[in-house]
């Protein structure tokens, strides 16, 4: 039990006073962002990720990853409170949600969400201590083609697994792709597609390009719909808790069932949406009270929250053991990582254990203390979305300007926030998913030299990838998901087509 | 993007349809693969003496968006199933430039006056004009924010924002 005890010495590095009260303001702050339009996890986290730089990595990611864990809690609060879903994932909560609230059982809802939050990302966790060490041992051996295969494996499975045109998923990936190859090549030190431009000899940074797609992207798209909020009071109080944890333990097949769906889809690059609402199609069949789905069960909470904390939990396994966030927020964590001045990949196991173990246990400590701060501050973070919006909005696009500025103190990356937001306005509106894009921009430069010194070692014969079994089967499954809407379309012709769940037909594209 | 043609008896007109502004965006994100290409060849696409050129990567990627944009402007402008609902009817179009255009000139603003004061001033404007708030508490709670951050970033986290080219809070010391 080697992990085990890796995970003591890791709960011994985090629990210092600091890095508790670190948790506390994460959490807090998350809950925040993730109550608020307009700012979500992967844009709240880039938007603070400056004021760390001054901090030790430690503490750094501790408060960063709590800030996380607050915005996949707080987006439950608007679902059942307001029938707004503060964030893509919690789209799902809303269908039994708030149902839940008209009836006057907001209390019972939001304990049930808060808590099946919990025990998807317990779940999670536990599944990260002891995988995430063996995925790194096993990824030591990787070289450059391996990684190359498991880059390809990412953003096929964008492709194979994701909802919408393929062609759109293909074109948002490229274009992250395109973006992060402007500026100085790191290979031959040329300089590319900077047209002559000195300020974009830095490129661009994806920081920039979270605040401006998320961020912007979404104060506009607030604005049209020209949000008026009508939001049902919440009441929790000790006795709604322990009522609605007695009857918790009655649903566990489907916690255990969407905690399993959340892990996979977490690793693999689903994400949090899909594993939600997977999870909610698949408790709605299963259960025998699917019938009163979207009548205010409470299954119908319990499934989709345990399933999406238990992904964004899970997105993080793939970030520490090979250097690959798993969704939009574990990228801009890993680009912290690279700030703070470490690598992440399978070294980070070897060479940093006291990071890696103190995160872990933090993700332990930290969704404790973030079921402690929902359960208790619901009414205050319910009361902040009655501020009128025409105060709200200026004041994000404030937060936003500063974030964008704070990154490299420079002016020209404000504009382009502006026009990143512009873009994620407009892709948001066309069904464009935007972690494709973000990942992409991310892992651009890594990508590129994997398979740049992929080619150098095969002289440019692509045959390289499948040179050996484990690289020749990834390479294998990536290509099958990236022809899999091809494939599904001939399987379809030649078997009569399924009627399309209505409740599936209501995922975004995300 | 056009195209606004009223059906009769809609309460508000339509700007533009899905399937227009879906074209339009192929297009141009057709014209960056296309640049990508373009500029990739001129660096070096294909192999150097050291190895793969510089424009050996990008090359691809920039013909995989050619392709893929080609393949959605396709299907926006001749597909039968091409999706003609109401992208932006006038009043959402109206709201959303009542956000962006601000958020334009404040930041021209920020490279003259500094972060703060046009923070202060954004929000106090955008509280009296699209929320209707009188002008002494859109002041207020402009001046508060924005003192705010102040404190946040320059004295406490140390981070210093921008000052803008005239530097009216020069005074301050910061």
New interface residues.
Partial sequence: MVELNSLLQGFAVVLTPLNIGLMFVGITLGVLIGVLPGLGGANGVAILLPLTFTMSPTSAIVMLSCIYWGALFGGAITSILFNIPGEPWSVATTFDGYPLAQKGQAGQALTAAFTSSFIGALVAVLMITFLAPMVAKFALRFGAPEFFAVYLLTFCSFVGMGKGSPFKILVSMALGFALAAVGMDTVTGQLRMTFGQAELMRGFDFLIAVIGLFGIGEILLSMEEGLAFSGKAARINPKVVWETWKLLPRFWVTSVRSSLVGIWMGITPGGATPASFMSYGLAKKMSRNGAKFGTGELEGVVAPETAAHAAGTSALLPMLALGIPGSPTAAVLLGGLLIWGLQPGPLLFVEQKDFVWGLIASMYLGNIAGLIVVLTTVPLFASILRIPFSIIAPVIIVICAIGAYTVHSAMLDVWFMLGFGVVGYLFKKLDYPLAPLVLALVLGDKAEDSFRQSMLVSQGDVLIMWSNPLVGSITTLALLLLLWPLISKLVARVRRPKAVDPVLAEQPVD | MSDASPESGAPQPVLAR?CS??AV??AV?FA??A??VV??RA?GAG?TSD????????FY??L??C???A??LY?AVASKKRDTGA??DR??FV??L???V???F??VA??FVG?YIA?AV??AV??VV??K?PAWKAAL?GVL?SAA?FAM?EVW??????KGTLDPLAFLGY
């Fill in positions: 899905n502004v879906d965006v192929a994100l960056v693969g640049v990508v500029q990739a660096l192999w190895g793969p050129g510089s424009g050996y990567f990008p990627i920039g995989i968006l392709i893929a944009s393949g959605i299907q992208f932006v009043e959402q709201r959303v009542s956000v962006f601000p958020a334009i404040f930041v920020i490279t972060i923070s954004y929000i955008f509280m699209l929320g708030y709670i924010v951050f970033f986290f140390r981070v210093p924002l921008y």
